[in-house]
Nanobody, 122 residues
């Protein structure tokens, strides 16, 4: 059984930094797309960043230049380094995994993490 276990959320002042991590446990596909979504109260879950199957990365426009997504060499752990955090970044953050880049973009997610709260205060 595959599990995504996430850690690293918390509270920070605006302008601060946090790093989220997500570790994959269990047998998974040889190729997959993995990334981060977030959801603030009363809003839809939105994609934040992803590592595509070819290793390239993609970001939501509002986090470009502030957030960095990366994976360890074994691809078992995904990270999201978040710098220059803003109030608007406050949300529950979820790690997600899909069989393909297309599935990820279409939100056909095979596995979700439990979510971790990020709260940014000014």
């Amino acid at each position: 059984q595959v599990q995504l276990v996430e850690s690293g959320g918390g509270s920070v002042q605006a302008g601060g930094s946090l790093t989220l991590s997500c570790t994959v446990y269990g047998n998974i596909y040889s190729k997959y797309c993995m990334g981060w979504f977030r959801q603030a109260p009363g809003t839809e879950r939105e994609g934040v960043a992803a590592v595509n199957t070819d290793g390239t990365t993609s970001y939501k426009d509002s986090v470009k230049g502030r957030f960095t997504i990366s994976q360890d060499d074994g691809k078992n752990t995904l990270y999201l380094q978040m710098n220059s955090l803003k109030d608007d970044d406050t949300a529950m953050y979820y790690c997600a995994l899909a069989k393909s880049d297309y599935d990820f973009a279409m939100r056909r997610i095979d596995y979700w993490s439990q979510g971790t709260q990020v709260t940014v205060s000014s």
